[in-house]
């Protein structure tokens, strides 16, 4: 586990491993499906369309906030 310092809070807190390899799996989902995507001819419509809204739906997992925990003082 990493440790920062949450500036909003001035309380350190603990970067989880499994956090940081959560967020690593998903940014490359999201790059295999661009990669797919990118050679639409090759793929049938319906496929398209499922990546599309896979790729979407990975990419706002991407964005919501990561829960950091709180280190134990």
């Known amino acids: 586990m990493k440790s920062a310092f949450d500036t909003k809070r001035g309380v350190p807190v603990v970067h989880d491993a499994l956090t940081d390899f959560g967020r690593v799996s998903l940014e490359r989902l999201k790059l295999a499906a661009d990669v797919i995507l990118s050679e639409t001819d090759a793929i049938p419509d319906t496929l398209e369309v499922e990546l599309v ?14 829960k950091l925990a709180q280190a134990e003082s």
């Open 53 to 66: 809204l896979f790729r979407e739906r990975v990419q706002r997992a991407l964005l919501l906030p990561i």
